[in-house]
């Protein structure tokens, strides 16, 4: 809050949009002397579409999307809980728009035509992006199978994830626990071209080597400062394990088949099985990071235990100083 203006001047400035029940009341004047941070960059004229992302035609150096997770949220629910509001106003100022949720066209879903359809979006994203432009995607799961399926779906769209940030999103207050998730995985991705094809074992190798210089990061950024839980430990191992599947073919695996092939309950794909096994690497680093905790708590609370238990009380110095300050008395002579 302002003190001269009185006004919310966080509200744009935080990632966390907190509503003011009497927003409609301010009236413009208390926002004079309110600066908004805008960004200094060139920009070239504004095109806003709508439309499946299927359909795109429009050539674009840079793509960012956030894709559905799964069944984990429900974007066309959360389309309409807006629209209920925004839907006559949208239509009315921008004709061009539509104010229905599309929810026959929501990609939703674990199974085959979930994944042949985000195939068809990254493909088609791919082809109208050039040879040097890129894509971010943003994720955050805690399901490896979901990550193995992201895997093969760029992997089969012609991508090849390059970076992976491990971005805090989430408050402390929002996340807690040590399952809970702090941190959202911005993915950066370029086109494949020609890869080098590999062995499952050589690939496994890479992907190890990969998450231990992920979890050395994020300790370093850890020791400046920044909190992660072991679930976010746990993602940034996924998205490490990401860069190394995507940027080789690896042998006897068709990512189309395995995206489309229909598994029994509790079978796993070759690159589920992989990613789990590089995974194995963060789970014994995470170990071993709570065990060292774990020891140096023990130790600490043993050295004080052993400090107090050989401190002689003061009482018990007093009187043994006073005893070796003091006369010897002599035996007294029975009458």
Known sequence: ??????????????????????????????????????????SSALQVELCDARDVRTPCALWITDPPYAEAIPYEDLSEFFLAWYDRRLTHHFPGWYADPKRVLALQGKNAAFNTAMIEVYANLARHMPGNGLQIVMFTHRDVR???????????????????????????????????????????????????TLFDDEVLALMEGE????????????EAGLTWSDADRQLATYAAALRVITSHDIDGI???????????????????????????????????????????????HMS????????????????A??????????????A
């Open 146 to 196: 979901l990550w193995a399926d992201l895997a093969m779906v760029m992997w089969a769209s012609g991508l090849k994830v390059t970076a992976a940030w491990t971005v805090a999103t989430e408050t402390e207050n929002r996340a807690t626990g040590a399952n809970a998730v702090q941190s959202t995985v911005l993915l950066v991705l370029r086109k494949r071209g020609v890869v080098e």
């Open 321 to 334: 100083a006073s005893t070796r300050n003091s006369p010897r008395a002599s035996p007294q002579r029975l």
């Open 211 to 222: 998450v231990a210089r992920q979890l050395e990061d994020m300790q370093r950024l850890e």
């Open 304 to 319: 004080a235990s052993t400090s107090r238990a050989w401190r002689p009380s003061s009482a018990a110095s007093t009187a």
């Open 254 to 300: 068709d990512p189309h088949r395995e995206l489309l092939k229909v598994r029994a309950k509790g079978e796993k794909s070759p690159v589920h099985r992989l990613i789990e096994q590089a995974s194995q690497v963060a789970s014994r680093e995470l170990m071993r990071v709570a065990s060292t905790r774990a020891s140096g708590v023990t130790l600490a």
């Open 1 to 42: 809050m302002s003190k001269l203006t009185y006004t919310p001047t966080a509200t744009f400035t935080s990632h966390v949009l907190a509503p003011v029940y009497n927003w409609s009341a301010r009236g413009l004047r208390l926002y004079r002397s309110l600066s908004l941070p805008t960004s200094s960059m060139s």
